[in-house]
C-alpha cells in the first residue's frame, strides 16, 4: 500500500483495515501523533487528511492511499501550523502535553479552512479532550493564531 | 561505585538512544564531558553513605557549550517540575534556565529527598527541595568558581560570576562554565555555600517559561509510549475482568496464532497476552482469544468478589456503624450537641473516579547481556517501582536499570499499586521470548485495571446556638485511605488520607470531633489529585453551607465570622471575594438573562491555603459553570505563571469529578471502558478561571493539587443558591435538576 505522508511517499506491508494511527506510530516511527482513546473520543490522535482535521485512531489505512496525509511532524512546513506553534508557545499551552499534538493539528486545520473564526467557530472546531485542562489557554492559543 | 543502585552514567552508557536527552541544544552528545567524581571518590562516598541532595555530579552536568544537563529527582507530567527545578538550580548555579536540559533521575540514594523515599506527589516535589536545590546550585557555583581561581592563580573571594561563566574581574579575565567543568569536578563539594538574597532573584519568583512547550506543542516529546529500543517486539493484553481470576483455558489459540503478525500467545498472571510485530496486530489477535478463567491459586493477589457493586459498597459505608477513630478533638462535643439549640445532620457521599491520564500506560523491559534488566516505564516513584521490578525478575535492584519519562498526565496515576500496571507483564514476556518487549495497555485494559480514588461516605452532625452560630460539629469519614492501604495503617490511628478537608479546617467551631470509620475497600484504591481532600472539602464545605443556611446566615460572612482568629484565611477569603467583584450569593439576572448564583468555599490542601468561588446557571437540567475564581496562598512562590496554569488545570479536574465522573462496579466489573461511558470535562464545559496569587510568607505549600478541592463544593454551593436543593452525592449530574428555577 502506499501512503503520501508530509509530503513523501511511503509504502508499507499492513492488513488494509489498521488504523491509520498504528500504521504512523509503529510501522513509521511516527510518534508524535498519539493514541489517546481508540474510538474516536480524545483526539489525540488528530492528523490531516486533505486538510481535514481526522481521528486516526479509526480511519483504516486503506481509506487515504490517495490522499495528502499530515500529521504533526509537519506542523511547523506550513505557514498557517506554524503560526499556530508560535501562538501554543506565547500562551504556554501544554501540560503534560500528551493532547498538544492532536490540539495543534486541529487548530491549524480550523485556520487553514477559516483564517478568522468566531468564538462559536473555535468552540465547533476544537472538540479534543485535554485532561490537563488547557482548555482556556488553548482557546486564547487560537484566537491569537488566527489574528496573527 | 555504590553497589546498590547504578550510578546514572553507566545507566546511560547501556541506552541505545536517550529520549530525554534530545535536548535543547541539540547535537553536542559526542562532545559531552561531564562534571563527574573520579571513581575513587565514588567509592568514598558510597562508603561513607551518601547524604541525599548533596553530590552535585549525580545531579548536574556542566557540557562544553555551558549548558547543563539536570537529572531531576523529581518526573515531569505536566506541572512544570522541571522547570522549577531549571529556575531554582539555575538562580544559585548562576545559569539561565533555558540552558538547562532536564531527565528524569534514574533510582539512587543521592536522590531520596523526601525524608529517605523518593516519588513525585503530594504536591511536594518543590517545597520540599527547595532549600537542597538551592544549595545544589551554590556549591556547583562555588566548586566552578574555584576551578577557576586554581587555572588563574588568584584568591577566589576576587572572582564573581555571571550567567555561565566566572569573572576575574581586575584582570579582565573570564571563562565559561564548560570550559571549568572538568577541573571542577575533581573538586571536592564545599560544605558550606553562601545562598543569593531573594531580593536579587532573577528567575524564582519570576514567570519564567517553561522549558518543555516546544517540544510538546510540536510533537517532539517522547513519552513512554512512544519509546522504542533495537529488536524491540509489541504485546498486548487482555485482562480477567476481575482481580483474582487467571487465564484457565483459551479454545482458540491455533486460529489466533494463525492471526497476522502474532509471534506467540502467553498466559500470565491475571491476564493473556499476545506478543507480535505490532501492537496494533498484538491487541486485534489478544481481544480474538476466548478465554476461560479460574480463581487464582496465588494467596498474594487481591480478590474482587464477583458481586461487588459500587452502589452496594456506598449503602455498606452508609450503613455502617460506630463513633469511629478520632482524628480532630475539641472541647465537648457530645455536651454541646445536647445543648444546641438547632441540630443539623447530613450525610454525603462520593463516588470511586479513575485518574483517566491521556496517556494509556506502557512498560518497555529488556534483558542485557550482563544479565541486567532495563525497563522504561511511567512512574512517578522509582525507587518503588525498581524494587518491585526486581523481585519479578529474581533479581536485586542494583541490576535493574530504570527510566523515568515525562509523563503523559498522571493525576497520582502512576505510584505503585498492585496489578495496576504493564511492568510486570513486559518483564514476563521479555523473559519468555529472549527479546525486548513493550507492553501497551489499552485504554479498555487501562479502565479495568486504574487505581481509584476510593468511594467515601461522610456523616456529619452540627450543633448552632441561639445566634445561629455553629458550637459543635461532628464528623465521620467512612471508608479506606490510599496512605492506609499502601504504606500500612494503625488499628489506632485515622488514616490522615481519608479525613484531610474534614479535619483541619480552620474554622473557630469550639467544639469539634472529626473521626474515620475504617471500612475495607474491595476495590484497588490509590491516589488521585489532592487525594483525600478531592471529596472531603466537598463534604464539609457543603456541610458548612447547610449549617450557614440552618442558622440563617450568609455562608461567606459566617466563613469570615468563623476565620477571626486567623489572618491569613481571612485575607484570603477576602481576596476571592474582591476577585470577585465582591461576594453575592444570588440568585441574580446575569447581563445574558440567565438567573444565576454563587457558591463559595475554602480548602487547606498540601501546605497551601485556597478560597474558590463559582458561578453558575442552569441550561435545562445541566450546571453550567461560567466563572470560577480562585484565591491560593501556597507561602512564597517559584513561578505564578506555572501556579496559574496548575489552578485552571485542578479546577478543569475539580469540576470534571464533580459534574460528570463516577466509576460504577456491578458484578465484581466496571462498567464504562472508556470515554464514551466515562465522561470526562469536554472543551465547552470549562468555565472562565480567574487567579489571584497571595504570598503570604508562609512557608512554601504545593501547587499541583491544591485549586482542586473547593470547586466541587463551591460549584454544589452555588447550584443550591440557585435551585434550594442541597446535592449530597457526586457528581451532580446524577442529580435530576430539569425544571427546577434557574
Ligand atoms: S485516540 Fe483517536 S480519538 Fe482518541
Ligand atoms: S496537556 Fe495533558 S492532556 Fe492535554
Known amino acids: ?148 | 561505585m555504590n553497589a546498590s543502585f547504578p550510578l546514572p552514567s553507566q545507566a546511560s552508557a547501556a541506552d541505545p538512544f536517550k529520549p530525554s536527552r534530545r535536548s535543547v541544544v541539540g547535537g553536542l552528545g559526542a562532545l559531552v564531558l561531564g562534571v563527574a567524581l573520579p571513581q575513587g571518590a565514588r567509592a568514598q562516598n558510597a562508603a561513607a553513605g551518601i547524604k541525599p541532595g548533596t553530590r552535585v555530579s549525580a545531579f548536574l552536568e556542566i557540557r562544553p557549550d555551558s549548558t547543563v544537563l539536570f537529572r531531576s529527582p523529581f518526573i515531569e507530567g505536566g506541572q512544570g517540575v522541571f522547570t522549577a527545578m531549571a529556575q531554582i538550580v539555575g538562580e544559585e548555579l548562576d545559569v539561565e534556565p533555558t540552558r538547562f536540559v532536564i531527565e528524569g533521575a534514574p533510582p539512587g540514594p543521592d536522590y531520596l529527598l523526601l525524608g529517605g523515599a523518593r516519588f513525585t506527589g503530594g504536591s511536594m516535589s518543590v517545597r520540599k527541595s527547595y532549600d537542597t536545590m538551592r544549595r545544589l546550585g551554590a556549591s556547583a557555583r562555588s566548586m566552578l568558581m574555584q576551578a577557576a581561581a586554581t587555572q588563574w592563580k588568584v584568591p577566589v573571594a576576587t572572582l564573581s560570576t555571571e550567567p555561565g561563566r566566572v569573572l576575574h574581574k581586575a584582570s579582565g579575565r573570564s571563562l565559561a562554565y564548560g570550559a571549568l567543568a572538568k577541573a571542577a569536578a575533581a573538586l571536592p563539594v564545599p560544605t558550606q555555600v553562601s545562598l543569593r538574597a531573594s531580593a536579587d532573584f532573577r528567575w524564582i519568583g519570576k514567570s519564567v517559561p517553561r522549558l518543555d512547550v516546544r517540544d510538546k506543542a510540536t510533537g517532539k516529546t517522547q513519552y513512554a509510549i512512544d519509546l522504542k529500543v533495537e529488536g524491540m517486539v509489541h504485546a498486548a493484553v487482555q485482562h480477567g475482568s476481575r482481580l483474582g481470576l487467571d487465564p484457565a483455558a483459551i479454545a482458540n489459540e491455533a486460529e489466533v496464532r494463525a492471526m497476522p503478525g502474532v509471534q506467540s500467545i502467553h498466559r500470565l498472571p491475571g491476564a493473556v497476552a499476545v506478543v507480535a510485530t505490532s501492537w496494533w496486530r498484538a491487541r486485534r489477535a489478544v481481544e480474538a482469544l476466548q478465554v476461560t478463567w479460574a480463581a487464582s491459586p496465588s494467596a498474594s493477589v487481591r480478590v474482587m468478589p464477583a458481586d461487588f457493586s459500587s452502589e452496594a459498597h456506598r449503602a455498606a459505608l452508609a450503613a455502617a456503624t460506630g463513633e469511629g477513630i478520632a482524628a480532630e478533638t475539641a472541647g465537648d462535643v457530645a455536651a454541646s450537641l445536647t445543648g444546641a439549640r438547632t441540630v443539623v445532620e447530613a450525610t454525603y457521599d462520593a463516588p470511586y473516579l479513575a485518574h483517566g491520564q491521556l496517556e494509556p500506560p506502557s512498560a518497555i523491559a529488556r534483558f542485557n547481556a550482563d544479565g541486567r534488566l532495563e525497563l522504561w516505564l511511567p512512574n512517578q516513584a522509582p525507587e518503588m517501582f525498581q524494587a518491585d521490578a526486581a523481585k519479578v525478575a529474581g533479581l536485586t535492584p542494583d541490576k535493574v536499570i530504570l527510566h523515568s519519562p515525562v509523563l503523559g498526565g498522571f493525576f497520582g496515576r502512576h505510584f505503585l499499586y498492585q496489578a495496576a500496571a504493564p511492568y510486570t507483564q513486559a518483564i514476563l514476556l521479555a523473559k519468555a521470548v529472549g527479546r525486548p518487549v513493550k507492553v501497551i495497555w489499552s485504554r479498555e485494559e487501562e479502565f479495568l485495571r486504574d487505581a481509584l480514588r476510593p468511594l467515601s461516605v461522610a456523616r456529619f452532625k452540627a450543633g448552632l446556638d441561639a445566634d445561629g452560630l455553629p458550637v459543635a460539629l461532628q464528623a465521620v469519614a467512612i471508608g479506606e485511605g490510599p496512605v492506609g492501604r499502601w504504606f500500612g495503617r494503625a488499628a489506632d490511628k485515622a488514616d490522615d488520607s481519608a479525613v484531610e478537608g474534614i479535619a483541619g479546617k480552620p474554622y473557630a467551631i469550639p467544639h469539634r470531633r472529626i473521626a474515620q470509620l475504617p471500612v475495607d475497600d474491595p476495590a484497588i484504591i490509590g491516589f488521585w489529585r489532592s487525594v483525600g481532600h478531592s471529596m472531603n472539602d466537598y463534604f464539609y464545605e457543603t456541610f458548612f453551607d447547610e449549617m450557614a443556611d440552618a442558622g440563617k446566615q450568609d455562608p461567606f460572612a459566617l466563613r469570615l465570622r468563623l476565620l477571626g482568629d486567623s489572618p491569613r484565611h481571612k485575607t484570603l477569603l477576602q481576596a476571592v471575594g474582591d476577585l470577585s467583584g465582591g461576594w453575592r450569593r444570588g440568585p441574580f439576572s446575569a447581563a445574558d438573562g440567565s438567573r444565576r448564583a454563587r457558591g463559595v468555599a475554602m480548602a487547606s490542601p498540601f501546605g497551601s491555603e485556597v478560597a474558590t468561588i463559582a458561578e453558575v446557571s442552569l441550561n435545562g437540567g445541566d450546571i453550567v459553570v461560567h466563572d470560577v475564581w480562585v484565591a491560593i496562598d501556597p507561602g512564597s512562590i517559584v513561578n505564578p505563571a506555572v501556579i496559574e496554569a496548575q489552578v485552571q488545570s485542578a479546577v478543569a479536574l475539580g469540576l470534571s469529578s464533580a459534574l460528570f465522573e463516577e466509576v460504577v462496579y456491578e458484578n465484581g466489573v466496571p462498567r464504562a471502558r472508556n470515554y464514551d461511558s466515562y465522561p470526562i470535562l469536554p472543551p465547552d464545559r470549562m468555565p472562565k478561571v480567574h487567579v489571584r496569587i497571595v504570598e503570604s510568607g508562609a512557608p512554601m505549600g504545593g501547587i499541583g493539587e491544591p485549586g482542586l478541592p473547593g470547586v466541587p463544593p463551591a460549584v454544589a454551593n452555588a447550584v443550591a443558591a440557585l435551585t434550594g436543593k442541597r446535592i449530597r452525592s457526586l457528581p451532580l449530574s446524577k442529580t435530576d435538576l430539569k425544571g427546577m428555577a434557574g
Open chain 1, 1 to 148: 500500500m502506499e501512503l503520501t505522508i508530509n509530503g513523501t511517499k511511503h509504502r508499507v506491508d499492513v492488513e488494509p483495515d489498521t488504523p491509520l494511527l498504528w500504521v504512523l506510530r509503529d510501522e513509521l516511527g511516527l510518534t508524535g501523533t498519539k493514541y489517546g482513546c481508540g474510538v474516536a473520543q480524545c483526539g489525540a490522535c488528530t492528523v490531516m487528511i486533505d486538510g481535514q482535521a481526522t481521528r486516526s485512531c479509526v480511519t483504516p489505512v486503506e481509506s487515504v492511499t490517495g490522499a495528502a496525509i499530515t500529521t504533526i511532524e509537519a506542523v511547523e512546513a506550513d505557514p498557517v501550523g506554524r503560526k499556530v506553534v508560535e501562538a501554543w508557545v506565547a500562551h504556554q499551552v501544554p501540560q503534560c502535553g500528551y493532547c498538544q499534538s492532536g490540539q495543534v493539528m486541529a487548530a491549524t486545520a480550523l485556520l487553514k479552512q477559516m483564517p478568522q473564526p468566531s468564538d462559536a467557530d473555535i468552540s465547533g472546531a476544537m472538540l479534543n479532550l485535554c485532561r490537563c485542562g488547557t482548555y482556556n489557554a488553548i482557546a486564547a492559543a487560537v484566537r491569537d493564531a488566527a489574528r496573527s
